[in-house]
């Protein structure tokens, strides 16, 4: 911990510095993470040794470039389930989100079919990607191309409560475009 906040704080609790906020009804909110104390660990492995470790382009990139250990020819209107080759250890309290590349959107219409799509902390498979051709032209993907994006976030715990009666709000049940096109 960096001794300028341990010395605001006291002590080290964990790895998390809580921060306490409130919300409109006054109540405590904690927010764990207001302040880390270091980078986020994934440990990851190779199932084939031709698979390739995920990538950042540049340093300050928000996300990893995922690659494809197959080749294969993804024909317009198809979709087809990639794999990575890897398996993933994200530490509890993250996810994995897989998302799109834009260039292969923008240039080809292929994108990835559930997007976001969600690595749970705790599943240990293979990351396999869903990808689907909206284009004119059949898409190859090649052994070792980057195929998709993966970043790490935080999932905040969640508690839902069933109740009789919802705040009102200035959009009320509006939605599928009651904004305006």
């Known amino acids: ?46 199932l084939r040794a031709d698979a390739l470790m995920p990538t950042k382009a540049r340093e300050d990139d928000a996300a990893f470039d995922l690659h494809s250990i197959i080749d294969y020819d ?45 690595i749970d902390s705790g599943y240990r498979g293979e990351v396999m990607v869903i990808m689907v051709n909206h284009g004119r032209e059949v898409f190859h993907i090649s052994k070792g191309m980057r195929i998709c994006q993966l970043a790490i976030r935080p999932v905040p715990k969640v508690q ?15 939605g599928f475009g009651s904004t305006g096109i």
Not at 6 to 35: D, P, T, Y
Request: hydrophobic residues 35%.
């Open 74 to 118: 993804l024909r317009p209107g198809e979709y087809c389930v990639v794999p990575t080759g890897i398996v993933l250890e994200i530490p509890q309290g993250y996810e994995g989100q897989v998302r799109p590349r834009s260039g292969f959107a923008a240039k080809n219409g292929v994108t990835v079919l559930n997007t976001p799509g969600t």
């Open 1 to 46: 911990m960096d001794g300028r906040i341990q010395q605001i704080f006291g002590q080290q609790r964990s790895s998390f510095i809580s921060a306490v906020l409130r919300n409109e009804w006054g109540q405590k909110i904690v927010n764990r993470e207001s302040v880390h104390n270091g980078p986020v660990i994934v440990k990851f492995k190779r």
């Open 160 to 174: 839902l409560v069933e109740c009789e009666v919802l705040s009102e709000s200035d959009r009320g049940t509006g």
